[in-house]
């Protein structure tokens, strides 16, 4: 096991230098924080995951949740996390002081829970599920749902999940088929299956609180009649006393890796007598279920940085010590009677190690930068920039969600590929890191999801206007950057890219507006990967930029060397990275139709 999981100081310096947490903490809605009781705030929760998640990681492993007599049986410490945490704050930093939290900046809740997910990925989806739940029931349920049902999630003293997924559906939502007739009270009676359930189950909560997606009897067919409702395993009282829901847990199920992070299968109605409250609207629950899968698609980009992070601190630690082979000469010979070397010394393992750290840092840039979005995006003052951050919140999350976990899973095969055979031996973390991070490419929407999102929607989303913005948000990078004259390279390389990025979806689109979507978004992973590329290039740049007019400000609290490393990071960005845009552009606008369903090949 590693002894470090993440740097304060390099979530520091993304924070609060890169993307400037004090544009946000300006704003009149975060006028009870300052920066001294939010940097409280973090070093409470880095303590609280030395203390209470990092040393069971490997233990929750190894001690798998499991179904047992009709109960999923988790890992004691999924208590703490939830009534601990929740007494720290975890659960309830971001919601309003009006709703019971403690508004704090999404930036800076987002920088907590990194280092929790970096500590031990498979606990903090029990209170950020939780989270999602109660804020969804605060933003569009009645005041006798959310004085009821909020107050216990967010102390952590209940817990509450997303269901909707169904045996029969998986990601299609519009073929779902629980069902929710009206009783007489005002309620629904449930009926259904819902699988793969996060957090749907344990023996430490007094209850849970399941936001269901169902269709009210006669609803519209398709995702147009949907709507949303509170089912709880237990109804609570007049009295406060809790009794059964009908709602059943049939199991949980064995996975390849997050095996401390329950996922259940619950059964609504099997005996009649389950109900369910509806949320806001009838056939509305689509569009509100949203705001909270929104919200965990930036999460899970989260995790998988948190992840990334921890991979790469332990292939660190391994390398440091190791020591192997011979250092070649300029003739390209060894000295055998010289002692080994370093593993750090051979050109390929600092390529290893400099690429999870490029990845790792480079997502956790993003999702704070996303973060930022969304809050500016909820608290600006002009109408005007609430609808810019908002777009680009839009365009960034389904990338946000992607790029950590699609590159965070080559970050840790190149982590454990350091360590050689140990890497794949069961004493050594890397391989539980390995097996826990490939769910995040499928969690809250596969990556062919998030990239039918990206280029289907976002891309021509009010004719491009999330698009523009963004070009401008890049542009003004560049220009800010030519300041340096070292950087003048990287500029112009940046801006190449940009261009070849127009061309693309100038190519594409030509495909969209002959209504041959099915040609247009084919490629749509491709695009994803193209396009995740040229804006992590953007984020590197910029970061080389103020890391350089840090240095020379000359008051910087950071050493030079730390300074050196980004722009070092930057420029192996460029070289390895940023250069694979190239060939991902030439099949972007390959006219072969080889994957259409209409081609020759058969299966």
């Keep these: 096991m590693a002894t470090k999981y993440y740097d304060a100081q390099t979530l520091s310096f993304y924070l ?54 009709g109960k999923i049986i988790v890992h004691p410490q999924v208590e703490t996390m939830m009534r601990k945490g929740g007494e720290l ?27 929790l997910d970096a500590a031990n990925n498979h606990m903090p989806g029990y209170a950020g599920l939780t989270l999602g739940a109660a804020d969804l029931i605060l933003n569009f349920g009645s005041e006798e749902l959310i ?44 009926k259904g299956q819902k699988i793969f359930i996060s957090g749907g189950d344990h023996e430490y909560l007094d209850n849970f609180v399941h936001l269901v997606i169902a269709r009210v009897d006669g609803a519209p067919a398709g995702t147009k009649g949907i709507s949303l409702f509170v089912v709880p395993k237990k109804r609570i009282s007049d009295n406060g006393s809790l009794s059964s829901n009908d709602v059943i847990t049939a199991g949980d199920f064995q996975k390849l890796g997050q095996r401390g992070y329950c996922t ?5 109605g099997e005996n009649d007598g389950c109900k369910g409250w509806m949320v806001g609207s009838e056939n509305k629950g689509l569009k509100y279920m949203f705001l909270m899968m929104n919200a ?45 070397t370093n593993i750090t010394n051979h050109p390929d393992v600092r390529r290893m190690l400099m690429h999870q750290k490029v990845i790792s840092e480079g997502s956790l840039n993003l999702i704070l930068l996303t973060s930022k979005y969304a809050d500016l995006a909820t608290v600006s003052l002009s109408t005007e920039e609430k609808e810019k951050y ?11 969600k992607t790029y950590p976990s699609e590159m965070g899973m080559q970050a840790i095969s190149n982590g454990l590929q350091v ?53 401008g948000e890049i542009t003004a990078t560049i220009k800010s950057a030519y300041s340096h004259e070292s950087l003048h390279t990287y500029c112009k390389k940046l801006e190449d890219k940009l261009g070849l990025a127009t061309k693309v ?58 300074l050196d490393n980004k722009v070092e990071l930057m420029k192996f960005f460029y070289k390895y990275e940023l250069s694979k845009t190239t060939s991902l552009s030439e099949s972007l606008m390959n006219v072969e139709e080889v994957t259409l369903p209409e081609g020759t090949f058969q299966f």
């Design 505 to 562: 979806i100038t190519h594409l689109s030509a495909f969209a507006q002959k209504g041959e979507y099915l040609k247009y978004t084919a490629d749509a992973n491709l695009f994803m990967e193209f396009f995740s590329h040229i804006l992590i290039g953007w984020i590197w740049l910029d970061t080389a930029g103020k890391a350089l007019t840090e240095k020379s400000s000359g008051n910087t609290q950071y050493s030079a060397q730390f």
């Design 89 to 115: 704050g975890i659960i309830s930093a971001s919601v309003p002081f009006d709703k019971g939290g403690l508004q704090m900046p999404l930036m800076v809740y987002t920088a907590a829970t990194f280092i």
């Design 419 to 471: 360590l050689g055979g140990y890497g794949f031996c069961s004493e050594y973390i890397l391989q539980q890191y390995y097996r826990d991070i490939r769910i995040f490419s499928i969690y809250e929407g596969t990556t062919g999801i998030q990239s039918l999102d990206l280029l289907g929607r976002k891309i021509l989303m009010q004719n491009g206007a999330a698009l523009n913005y963004l070009m």
């Design 147 to 190: 004085q009821k049902y909020t107050p216990k999630m967010l102390s952590g003293e209940w817990a509450g999940t997303m269901c909707l997924t169904e045996p029969q559906a998986g990601s299609s939502l519009s073929d779902i088929t629980s069902s929710a007739t009206p009783n007489d009270d005002g309620t629904y009676a449930i």
């Design 264 to 268: 259940t299968h619950l059964i609504f």
């Design 16 to 69: 609060k230098t890169i993307n400037n947490l004090n544009d946000v903490l300006n704003l009149p809605y975060y006028q009870e924080h300052d920066m001294e009781g939010l940097d409280m705030f973090v070093q409470s929760v880095n303590d609280f995951a030395d203390k209470e998640l990092f040393p069971y990681f490997q233990e929750m492993d190894e001690q798998a949740c499991h179904f047992k007599d």
């Design 390 to 400: 908002q777009l680009l919140l839009e365009l960034l999350t389904p990338i946000t």
């Design 296 to 340: 965990a698609r930036i999460a899970v980009g989260r995790g998988a940085a948190g992840i990334v992070s921890a991979g790469y601190h332990a292939s660190l630690e391994y390398a440091i010590d190791r020591k192997q082979g011979r250092r070649l000469n300029n003739e390209g010979k060894k000295n055998v009677e010289q002692d080994q």
